[in-house]
């Protein structure tokens, strides 16, 4: 698979997958394609995103260690990144739920995917409503001319395809089709 591209996946992009759609007994080929991709650097998760999955010390967790997924520490030319995602727009501040503590890494995943000219993957949408208090990640991409995409396009753009195989057979040998 040759690619010259590198996407900067969102914790979402991970979890919902592991939790819903993808989950390993439903679908091992992806979370096998992501850590193929992840050996090629590829794809590359920040290290908030790698803290956000790493606290809850479940099976993502413990896949996320062995997958050899890179991870991407803050240095001086992210945070800088960083400063001026904030800089360019005051309504950029908002993507960060200070009061709740959440979407901590999301500023983080835009600044990172800067930095190297990378494709942000998330499963967020945009925001659209004229008067909203909410920004999301989208928007943010779309302000500070980053691209951004959703795991179905991803896989699509990187051209995954999965194989499907029936585990299940019928007394007297008889394969069950549903």
């Not at 969102?10 to 989950?23: G, P, S, T």
């Not at 390993?24 to 193929?36: N, Q």
């Not at 600044?111 to 942000?120: D, L, N, Q």
Request: proline share 4%.
């Amino acid at each position: 698979m040759m690619n010259s591209k590198k996407y900067c996946l969102d914790a979402n992009v991970l979890i919902e997958a592991w939790q819903k759609y993808y989950c390993p007994d439903v679908c091992p080929d992806y979370w096998t394609i992501l850590a193929e991709l992840g050996r090629q650097d590829i794809i590359f998760i920040p290290e908030m995103v790698s803290n956000e999955i790493l606290r809850t010390e479940d099976d993502l967790a413990e896949w996320l260690k062995s997958s050899g997924i890179p991870i991407r520490k803050i240095d001086e030319q992210t945070a800088s990144c960083l400063k001026d995602i904030f800089a360019a727009n005051p309504i950029h501040k908002r993507l960060v739920d200070s009061v709740k503590g959440r979407s901590l890494a999301d500023p983080w995943v835009i600044a990172h995917a800067i930095c190297e000219r990378a494709t942000v993957v998330t499963k967020e949408e945009k925001i659209t409503a004229l008067i909203s208090t909410k920004i999301k990640i989208p928007n943010v991409c779309e302000n500070m001319g980053v691209k951004w995409i959703n795991d179905f396009d991803f896989i699509r753009e990187l051209n995954i395809q999965f194989s499907c195989k029936l585990n299940y057979t019928m007394p007297h040998g008889q394969i069950a089709l549903f």
